[in-house]
């Protein structure tokens, strides 16, 4: 109620000026004020007068005036759109201003005062300095410092910022290891092709064939053992029979 109101042995009329149970301002009111009764709750006769895109809170004395933005449409800076509608401030990252219609591939974002369309990369491959393989997430993804969406040439590269630079001694190392492998798979297949092959020639029961397949299987696993693996990935492999 208003704190300049006094009780009148007569009738009469007063504009009173209603608040919510916020005391945000709701209307005005021609009220008929019966001798010696008061005015109704949440009113006061202290006249309500906001500018416009305002409105007033009764703060129990005087009128205090915000903006009003109940109503306003608003846009984040993703281009989501969205209507205010309780009384406060707009929200620190609210736009104002439309956006526009983004196209195939892209989406919306609202930086340095303006609306930029920027390629959706959602679900793409980015790497780490290390060259680990990661997934983007969203399309307002940043990638961050010191990633790449440029692939590795090799698993023992190093994202220099520019550049992907190889580790050659751990590479080197890794083809020397891929070659030893390779050499011991090689010389498995010879000595189980052998074996048979030697058991017929010793039990002198060996075809032409087979006495001529056995020579060319231990030529074979002779050529084998004197492959240099160091060479690799340059290795000269010998022709298997």
Same mark, same amino acid.
């Given at each position: 109620?208003?704190?300049?109101? #006094?009780?009148?042995? &007569?009738?009469?009329?007063?504009?009173?000026?209603?608040?919510?149970?916020? %005391?945000?301002?709701?209307?005005?009111? *021609?009220?008929?004020?019966?001798?010696?009764?008061?005015?109704?709750?949440?009113?006061?006769?202290?006249?309500?007068?906001?500018?416009?895109?305002?409105?007033?809170?009764?703060?129990?004395?005087?009128?205090?005036?915000?903006?009003?933005?109940?109503?306003?449409?608003?846009?984040?800076?993703?281009?989501? #759109?969205?209507?205010?509608? !309780?009384? =406060?401030?707009?929200?620190?990252?609210?736009?104002?201003?439309?956006?526009? $219609?983004?196209?195939?591939? *892209?989406?919306?974002?609202?930086? *340095?005062?303006?609306?930029?369309?920027?390629?959706?990369?959602?679900? /793409?491959?980015?790497?780490?300095?290390?060259?680990?393989? /990661?997934? &983007?997430?969203?399309?307002?993804? &940043?990638?961050?410092?010191?990633?790449?969406?440029?692939?590795? *040439?090799?698993?023992?590269?190093?994202?220099?910022?520019?550049?992907?630079?190889?580790?050659?001694?751990?590479?080197?190392? =890794? /083809?020397?290891?891929?070659?030893?492998?390779?050499?011991? /798979?090689?010389?498995?297949?010879?000595?189980?092709?052998? =074996?048979?092959?030697?058991? =017929?020639?010793?039990?002198?029961?060996?075809? !032409?064939?087979?006495?001529?397949?056995?020579?060319?299987?231990?030529?074979?696993?002779? #050529?084998?053992?004197? &492959? $240099?693996? %160091?060479?690799?990935?340059?290795?000269?492999?010998? #022709?298997?029979?």
């Amino acid at each position: 109620m208003s704190t300049n109101f #006094e009780f009148s042995p &007569v009738p009469r009329w007063v504009w009173v000026y209603n608040f919510d149970e916020n %005391n945000v301002f709701t209307g005005t009111l *021609n009220f008929y004020v019966a001798p010696h009764t008061g005015l109704p709750a949440q009113c006061t006769t202290v006249k309500c007068s906001p500018k416009s895109g305002q409105v007033g809170v009764w703060d129990g004395t005087r009128w205090q005036y915000v903006d009003d933005f109940r109503g306003s449409v608003y846009w984040d800076t993703h281009g989501r #759109e969205y209507v205010m509608m !309780e009384l =406060a401030p707009l929200p620190a990252d609210a736009v104002t201003v439309a956006p526009p $219609d983004a196209t195939p591939g *892209n989406v919306l974002l609202f930086s *340095n005062g303006a609306w930029q369309q920027i390629e959706d990369r959602t679900g /793409q491959t980015y790497y780490t300095a290390d060259g680990h393989a /990661q997934t &983007v997430p969203d399309a307002y993804f &940043v990638l961050p410092e010191g990633c790449t969406v440029t692939p590795p *040439n090799t698993a023992f590269d190093h994202w220099d910022g520019k550049q992907w630079v190889t580790d050659e001694d751990q590479l080197h190392t =890794a /083809q020397v290891a891929t070659a030893k492998d390779e050499l011991a /798979q090689r010389m498995s297949d010879a000595t189980a092709a052998i =074996a048979p092959l030697q058991d =017929a020639d010793e039990l002198q029961s060996a075809s !032409e064939a087979e006495a001529a397949a056995l020579i060319a299987w231990k030529k074979y696993r002779l #050529e084998l053992s004197r &492959v $240099d693996i %160091n060479t690799a990935p340059n290795v000269v492999w010998p #022709e298997r029979p």
